[in-house]
């Protein structure tokens, strides 16, 4: 269960129980960390995702380990060409929808490199990022946020950028249900909001920053704040009224759109963020340069293979091209708002 908190005349906080059909953690307020808790699935993770297709949590429930023990590092550019190639995904979407997502372009990378591949799945960035600090995983997919705010700081290297439509750029959408009246954000003042990730660019920062342009802050303008920990259980809360609204990501809304997902349909967009470069592939600091080059090059040319073209056009990428760090600006320029000038500087200074 998880409880959902209501604000009384008197300003306190009464809790009422409600179903749990997400695997979500509700906060009130914004931490900027998270609770040990989350760190104890470093050496092994089981994730539980759902069953049957699509993203519904109806029906039977399945357990999957997704990661075996991890090595500890001594000679960590050595060992981490030498062993399987470790690519981390961070929960931009829930378990299920990433192995869709992902599997077959890991899968394709793998056979291009003639290397094992271990896919490591992880519920929040902070982790995805710990990982990368101690050099125990040598790619991955992760959002925006996180790599603008935090590249030096954990070793990542942008190696491609997906182009989407025709641009390396995404969205944040803001969506509510379809048979809401809601029109903009000022009429989601006193209702139920749903973030994604702490970390996450459009599903956290574009919305905090859009509040702070009106002078006000999450905690205070919102009547509770839930973090689902996907775009795709933040899509499904809003479809199924648990929520009243909601930042995703925009590729993300218009995947499960195109792939008509039964909970798209019962949700609408009432507002669009600037273009924001898309969420990169990256790779660790202790990687080779030579393997850099050669992952970089197999993405890059994915596009003019027969068998990349499909796997591309079943994701709704029509390639990937080497990232421009001035696509992360505007990541950069939110969390001066959002956070102040100290950390906007402190960013600035590690890109």
């Known amino acids: 269960m998880w409880q959902s908190s209501k604000r009384t005349t008197g300003g306190q906080r009464l809790k009422s129980k ?42 039977a429930y399945r357990l999957v380990d997704f990661s075996e023990r991890l090595p500890t590092e001594s000679s960590h550019a050595q060992e981490a060409d030498a062993i399987r190639l470790r690519v981390a995904v961070a929960a931009m979407v829930s378990p299920k929808e990433t192995l869709s997502y992902y599997q077959a372009l890991i899968d394709y990378l793998g056979e291009k490199l003639g290397r094992e591949v271990q896919l490591i799945q992880r519920k929040t960035y902070g982790e995805v990022d710990a990982l990368f600090l101690k050099g125990q995983i040598d790619l991955g997919f992760i959002c925006s946020g996180p790599y603008a705010s935090g590249k030096d700081r954990y070793g990542f290297e942008a190696l491609v950028t997906p182009v989407i439509r025709g641009k390396p750029f995404y969205q944040s959408y803001l969506i509510v249900n379809r048979d809401a009246s809601f029109k903009d954000l000022e009429a989601l003042r006193g209702h139920r909001f749903a973030f994604s990730d702490p970390e996450s660019n459009s599903g956290a920062l574009v919305p905090q920053y859009w509040l702070a342009r009106m002078k006000e802050r999450p905690e205070t303008f919102f009547k509770s704040i839930t973090y689902t920990y996907s775009h795709d ?25 195109v792939k008509e997902s039964p909970y798209i349909s019962k949700t609408r967009v009432i507002r669009k963020s600037d273009p924001i470069g898309s969420p990169p592939l990256v790779a660790s600091k202790f990687m080779s340069r030579q393997s850099k080059d050669a992952i970089r090059e197999i993405f890059s040319s994915m596009h003019m293979d027969p068998e990349g073209k499909k796997i591309l056009k079943g994701l709704l990428i029509d390639r990937f091209v080497a990232t421009d760090e001035s696509w992360y600006d505007p990541v950069r320029m939110m969390t001066g708002v959002v956070r102040g000038p100290e950390q906007a500087a402190h960013v600035s200074k590690e890109s």
């Open 18 to 59: 409600v179903p749990e059909p997400l695997n979500i953690k509700k906060f009130h307020g914004l931490p900027h960390r998270l609770t040990s808790s989350g760190r104890l699935w470093l050496m092994r993770i089981t994730v539980v995702f759902l069953f049957s297709t699509g993203c519904s949590d109806d029906g």
């Open 233 to 257: 259980n933040s899509i499904m809360g809003v479809a199924r009224s648990l929520f009243d609204g909601a930042a995703v990501d925009g590729h993300k809304w218009e995947y499960y759109s």
